[in-house]
């Protein structure tokens, strides 16, 4: 992978590296000196670069995971580039393969797209989608681009849900903010003093006949069954939750990721991306 960054001010590669958390020992090496250019000529981390120079870096690539077996699918690839892509996760299907779920998951399907288009990259989640909910997933090509979405920076990433609520919230525009764990035994969350921090911001844009909530939630750093432990807490789970509501609606879990706003961590672009509503999710607000 070849990292290109524009340089803002005159200074040395090497301080350059280090306020872009830029690791030397990913860096390839050739004829033992670091695959750095600048103007098409290789430089060394002493080397100075100026304003508006491009500096690329060659990252090695990472080898592929072979117990991920490429499986052909219509995946919708709604931005790519060198460096991430961004896909519209179906409803009903697994992220990542398990011994229970080795073929049919989003995995497999990116590692056939991968095949196609002749991509030599990894699958590196930096958004993840419950199984049942459907929309917009972050995946990193390298786990260095992962790292930089990571908690470590002050990552402007944002991804915005809606949901119908099978309940009417008494505060209509409101933070959740109550740690969750997971149950021992269980792939089932509670609200627990013992669980990891997490934030749910949400506001409430309609009320149907005083019992379902159409809901606009948006959150960083997203813990597994979040929006669907926290509404749950309110008595007001999400349609379609069949762990953590009675539902009565035999409808599929009403829940999906609509968009995303960040800031690109290497070409400093800002992306900003939004779904049409599903189709189940506008024949359920139409009845």
Request: glycine share 4%.
């Amino acid at each position: 992978m070849e990292l290109i960054y524009r340089v803002k001010k005159p200074e040395t590669i090497q301080r350059f590296m280090h306020e872009n958390n830029i690791p030397s020992k990913i860096i390839e090496l050739e004829d033992n000196h670091y695959r750095i250019y600048v103007n098409g000529k290789i430089k060394t981390k002493k080397s100075t670069v100026k304003k508006g120079e491009k500096i690329h870096f060659f990252i090695t690539d990472e080898p592929k995971d072979k117990r991920i077996k490429p499986e052909e699918f219509d995946l919708s690839v709604i931005y790519e580039d060198s460096y991430l892509m961004i896909v519209n996760k179906p409803k009903n299907m697994q992220m990542m393969i398990s011994k229970a779920n080795p073929t049919g998951t989003l995995a497999n399907a990116i590692y056939y797209h991968y095949e196609k288009n002749d991509i030599n990259s990894g699958i590196h989640y930096v958004t993840k989608l419950d199984k049942e909910a459907s929309g917009l997933v972050v995946i990193a090509k390298h786990k260095f681009i992962r790292y930089l979405f990571s908690d470590k920076f002050d990552n402007s990433l944002t991804y915005y849900i809606k949901a119908i609520l099978n309940g009417v919230l008494d505060i209509k525009e409101s933070s959740i903010p109550l740690p969750i764990a997971r149950l021992e035994g269980s792939i089932l969350r509670e609200i627990s003093e013992q669980g990891e921090e997490c934030l749910t911001n949400y506001r409430v844009l309609n009320e149907f006949n005083d019992k379902f909530s159409l809901v606009e939630a948006w959150i960083k750093n997203k813990k597994a069954h979040q929006l669907r432990v926290h509404f749950a807490y309110f008595y007001a789970p999400v349609v379609g939750d069949k762990y953590y509501g009675k539902d009565e609606t035999d409808s599929d879990l009403l829940l999906y990721c609509y968009k995303l706003d960040f800031i690109h961590p290497i070409t400093e672009e800002k992306i900003k991306f939004e779904l049409i509503e599903p189709e189940d999710f506008k024949e359920f607000l139409e009845r």
